[in-house]
């Protein structure tokens, strides 16, 4: 799942400030499972900008609506009426949520209050970890079922490297080492001879090195 | 997609497939009386609003408050933990406190427009029940009482000690301010006939309760020094003069026969023993009406019969025989005695309560249809006898039971009635409760909370005097006791609409009601819920609320309290003392139910400083990891405030001094 970090208010206040009528669009998919953007975290980033605002002197309105998915054209209509005579839609979806906005609602500004961080886990309440990044190219069958491009600092396909020191990833003595845990994982499944196969380069065409990606499966367009 | 689906579901108030559940107190309450809502209030300390949910089933509230047999006290959730909520305790203490603090209800003022007029014969609990609420429906109720004055057993079987005829007078005095009209001093049957009665009103209602004292008829019940409960107690409440002797048997092991000799136990300087033939545990009577009269002296002979009252020309004794048992195979009533086992109680006054009856002489012939045994025929679904236009309730109908009952028959006599006038109203609800606390909450996660103790006067000052023996619960105590409440079937609802199925909730639940399975959120289980509110304030989707204290209700709240600005508490009602006295307070089953949104909403709406108090250190308070929510929300919104340059004490976190609730019973 794709999971979000709110910016700083700092960057948000760059956005909101020269604006009068803002309206802080939530998502309540990826966003709100991430417990980042959803319904609740709108209205709460919609109260703190207020209060900003009024200390700030700052008049107009900051008010709020959440969606199901910004990412779809659909649910975004139904907000047409609460879009109308804003100057700011100020979106908690990821990064798609608000370009997705962008391109509905052409006449208004549109601005991220979120970072797209990752695609990751839920590791415990409130704790995510990175887990993929698109590559376009899965190649998890090989290495145990985990990822060494999103896991390993240096996203080596034939780990681990030198600084792999006692399970710890030298980056950091709270990162895993991933290449650790791969070849762990590897002898525990009675394949370790694998590992000493070389993996081949990978094609990154398929990733967004290649220029932004477009799927459409012919035939099936209504 | 043309219809409105996101949009209106982020405005829908969250629901639950058991959403209609109700808390087990109020719905064995045979009025289904609220008890949640206004034990909540007496916690919250606000007993005239805690009156007024009381009323809004129950026409005679301070009159039930001190002497229901409360059925509802039995099925309390709370008696899984440890002892049940002092529900009927707290009935009064919402009455007195109302009082005490000089509110005055104004009861409404209906207009009888349609002409449509019923009249009412019995002015008891159930007649008075009736009238009450037909009168609220715009038809004009007439009482029919033969006593110099309305009541019914209330005031002629029940005695001052127990329940001060001022209090009756209250009750009854604000239906008789709705316009109800009561017509004392005279009998239906001798002053007019229920004939006359029929033909001159819309309809008419029997409620002429249980008038007639039984006896049995043993050698010697007619000897001078014999007297019947009935007209006994109507003699003492009238406070006329009884000539009671030095040594009374009171022949009974029931209610009424408690009673009675409370009462003589009062008016005589001899002994006082009460004679049954159950056990001490089959004993009819309520234990704590059993210990009442002990406590206050008199002696109880279980397990024996009435055999003869001895005596020439005046009672010298009774003699019993040996009751070997009360009830048959299948339960019904039908004692055998071992005829050669006797024993003499010495005394020279024996008072027979061994039930009552009911006296229907006025029913003519042509009249209602009454059975072989004498009784209405009647039908139970719709209150009514074989005539039409003439109903029936209370005890006349339903034998012998508790006043609230009576209410309860009354009040649905008059939904019963006003549908033959042509009324369209709904039928009187029969909620369905939750269902019992799981054993892993029970046994290890709510806080053991003793119950609190209705005072009463010291038993020798008591048994010199006809004033009322239980004193009421302090403030202090009555919002103590009130607070032990677990809110049962208040706690998380969730839109099934809205559910995202984030997990969030299942995973921070202490007791475990949400479960989730792999196709999403199955659901969180009212009976497991404890209403802590923690779901509530995390949930990203809003798909949660809480039935008591609702999002809407709270920010109504919190808008209400901040508007003038200055300085707002948020507190608890457990520890019953504020982190500052001075601030207006939203008062709050545990402030682990505060999200964040909300403590911001404060100072949008107005506040200049939020205090949130939390009653002790750890983690827990009154709900498992209350408190460490309460500590992240606000860590969070300071975080958040100092983000946007205010000052983070803006919001601060206090503990409270001192727990006059937690401490338990001693303390
Ligand atoms: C001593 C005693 C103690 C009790 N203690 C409790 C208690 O602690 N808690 C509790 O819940 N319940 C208690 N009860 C029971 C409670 O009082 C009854 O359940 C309740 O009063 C029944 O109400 P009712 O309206 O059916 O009849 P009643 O209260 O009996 O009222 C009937 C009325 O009809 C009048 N009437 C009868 N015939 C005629 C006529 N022909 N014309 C005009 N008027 C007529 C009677 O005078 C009477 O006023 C007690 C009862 C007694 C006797
Ligand atoms: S704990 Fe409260 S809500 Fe639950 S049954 Fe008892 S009085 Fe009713
Ligand atoms: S009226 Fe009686 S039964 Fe009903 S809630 Fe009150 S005390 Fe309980
Ligand atoms: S917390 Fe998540 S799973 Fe629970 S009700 Fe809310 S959206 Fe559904
Ligand atoms: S977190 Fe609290 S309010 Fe929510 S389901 Fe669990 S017990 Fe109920």
Not at chain 1, 115 to 137: F, I, P, Q, R
Not at chain 1, 158 to 175: F, K, L, M, T, Y
Request: proline content about 6%; overall charge negative.
């Amino acid at each position: 799942m794709i999971v979000t970090k709110p910016k700083p208010f700092r960057k948000i206040k760059q956005f909101t400030d020269p604006h009068e009528n803002i309206l802080v669009v939530g998502c309540n998919t990826c966003t709100a499972v991430c417990l980042a953007g959803g319904e609740k975290e709108a209205e709460q980033l919609a109260a703190r900008i207020r209060l900003h605002r009024r200390r700030q002197g700052l008049g107009g309105s900051v008010e709020t609506v959440t969606v199901l998915r910004q990412c779809e054209h659909e649910f975004n209509e139904e907000i047409a009426e609460m879009v109308e005579g804003r100057d700011l839609l100020l979106s908690t979806a990821c990064s798609i949520g608000p370009q997705a906005l962008a391109e509905r609602y052409t006449g208004v500004r549109v601005a991220p209050a979120m970072n797209t961080n990752m695609l990751g886990m839920v590791k415990e309440h409130h704790v995510w970890s990175e887990y993929c990044v698109a590559c376009g190219d899965c190649g998890i069958y090989k290495t145990g079922g985990i990822c060494p491009i999103a896991r390993c600092a240096k996203q080596l396909f034939n780990g681990p490297c030198g600084g792999s020191q006692g399970g710890r990833c030298e980056i950091s003595p709270d990162v895993d080492c991933v290449w650790q845990q791969i070849h762990d994982k590897m002898v525990s499944l009675g394949l370790e001879d694998d590992l000493k196969k070389i993996m081949g380069p990978k094609n990154w065409s398929w990733s967004n090195h290649g220029g932004p990606r477009t799927l459409k499966k012919e035939g099936f367009q209504p | 997609m043309s219809d409105n689906h996101t949009l209106t579901r982020s405005f829908l108030r969250p629901i639950t497939g058991d959403a209609h559940l109700r808390p087990p107190c109020e719905v064995t309450c045979p009025i289904h009386t609220d008890v949640q809502r206004y034990v909540q209030l007496v916690a919250e300390g606000r007993p005239a609003a805690a009156l007024a949910v009381v009323r809004e089933t129950n026409p005679l509230p301070q009159v039930i408050g001190r002497i229901c047999a409360h059925p509802c006290e039995e099925d309390c959730r709370r008696g899984q933990v440890d002892e049940p909520i002092a529900i009927c305790n707290l009935k009064r203490a919402a009455g007195d406190g109302a009082g005490d603090a000089g509110a005055v209800t104004v009861p409404p003022q209906p207009e009888f427009a349609g002409g449509r007029q019923v009249a009412i014969i019995g002015s008891g609990p159930s007649g008075l029940a009736a009238a009450h609420d037909l009168a609220l429906l715009g038809v004009k109720p007439v009482i029919f009482e033969q006593q110099p004055e309305p009541g019914g057993f209330l005031r002629t079987g029940i005695l001052n000690f127990r329940l001060p005829k001022h209090i009756l007078d209250e009750d009854i005095a604000y239906i008789t301010g709705m316009g109800v009209e009561i017509r004392t001093g005279v009998s239906i049957g001798r002053d007019i006939t229920l004939k006359e009665l029929d033909e001159q009103y819309d309809a008419v209602l029997i409620a002429v309760g249980l008038s007639l004292s039984r006896s049995i008829p043993l050698p010697g019940a007619d000897l001078p020094g014999v007297c019947l409960a009935i007209p006994f107690l109507e003699d003492v409440n009238a406070g006329r003069d009884v000539d009671l002797g030095k040594e009374i048997i009171v022949i009974g092991g029931g209610n009424v026969a408690i009673d009675v000799a409370r009462a003589a136990r009062r008016l005589s300087a001899g002994k006082v023993t009460m004679v049954c033939l159950e056990s001490d545990q089959e004993m009819p009577a309520h234990a704590w009406e059993i210990k009442d009269a002990r406590d206050e002296g008199i002696d109880i002979v279980c397990g024996q019969g009435p055999k003869a009252i001895l005596g020439d020309g005046r009672v010298e004794g009774l003699e019993v025989k040996k009751c070997e048992s009360v009830f048959d195979d299948s339960g019904r009533f039908a004692p055998t005695f071992c005829e050669t086992e006797l024993s003499t109680i010495a005394g020279d006054t024996v008072i027979i309560a061994i039930g009552q009856m009911s006296d229907l002489s006025f029913v003519p012939g042509n009249g209602p249809e009454l059975d072989q045994r004498g009784l209405l025929v009647f039908d139970r679904r719709r209150w009514a006898t074989t005539r039409p236009g003439i109903f029936a309730s209370g005890e006349v109908v339903t034998g012998p039971g508790a006043a609230v009952n009576a209410l309860a028959s009354g009040r649905r006599a008059a939904v019963s009635i006003a549908r033959y006038l042509g009324l369209d109203i709904k039928d009187y609800p029969e909620p369905e409760a939750i269902g019992e606390l799981p054993r892993r909450v029970r046994e290890e996660q709510v806080r053991q909370a003793p119950r609190r103790r209705m005072p009463t006067r010291p038993e020798d000052e008591r048994v010199s005097d006809f004033n009322e023996v239980e004193t009421g619960m302090g403030e202090v105590d009555a919002r103590c006791e009130a607070s032990r409440c677990l809110l049962c079937g208040g706690g998380a609802r969730y839109s099934q609409l809205k559910c995202i199925s984030c997990l969030t909730c299942v995973r921070v639940c202490p007791y475990g009601a949400p479960t989730a399975d792999k196709d999403g959120l199955v659901g969180i289980d009212a009976d497991v819920c404890q209403a802590c509110g923690i779901c509530f304030t995390q949930c990203p989707a809003k798909a949660i609320d809480l039935e008591v204290v609702s999002e809407q209700e709270l920010a109504a709240r919190i808008d209400a309290a901040a508007a003038g600005g200055g300085t707002l508490e948020f507190g608890c009602w457990y520890p019953q003392t504020r982190v500052a006295p001075e601030a207006r307070a939203v008062m709050l089953p545990c402030t682990g139910r505060l999200s964040v949104t909300m403590l911001l909403r404060a100072l949008e709406a107005g506040a200049e400083k939020v205090y949130v108090a939390v009653c002790s250190e750890d983690d827990d308070g009154h709900f498992v990891h209350g408190h460490r929510q309460t500590r992240a929300a606000v860590q969070e919104a300071r975080s958040l405030l100092e983000d946007i340059d205010l000052e983070p004490d803006l919001i601060e976190l206090k503990v409270v001094a001192e727990k006059k609730c937690l401490k338990g019973a001693a303390g």
